[in-house]
């Protein structure tokens, strides 16, 4: 899963730990370092938690962008 490496950069760079991350979607630390290492797939609501919880656009995430503000941020400038 080649954009597990921008959740962890993402992550790292807004000063979130995972375990941090893992309670605001509303899962067990070891259940998020499961997806973020890639043993576990990420499923598409889940990957929308994440975006959620960091602040930013699933594109910049999924590489279709390399521009990681979201959509709602955009809108309202």
């Given at each position: 899963m080649y954009f597990l490496k921008r959740i962890r950069e993402v992550r790292k760079e807004r000063g979130?730990?995972?375990?941090?991350?893992?309670?605001?979607?509303?899962?067990?630390?070891t259940q998020y370092s499961r997806y973020e290492r890639g043993e576990n797939e990420i499923k598409v609501n889940v990957l929308i938690?994440?975006?959620?919880?960091?602040?930013?656009?699933?594109?910049?995430?999924?590489?279709?962008?390399?521009?990681?503000?979201?959509?709602w941020t955009i809108k309202q400038k």
């Open positions: 979130y730990s995972q375990e941090k991350i893992a309670k605001k979607i509303g899962m067990e630390q938690d994440i975006c959620k919880a960091l602040n930013v656009s699933s594109d910049y995430i999924l590489e279709l962008t390399d521009n990681p503000e979201t959509f």
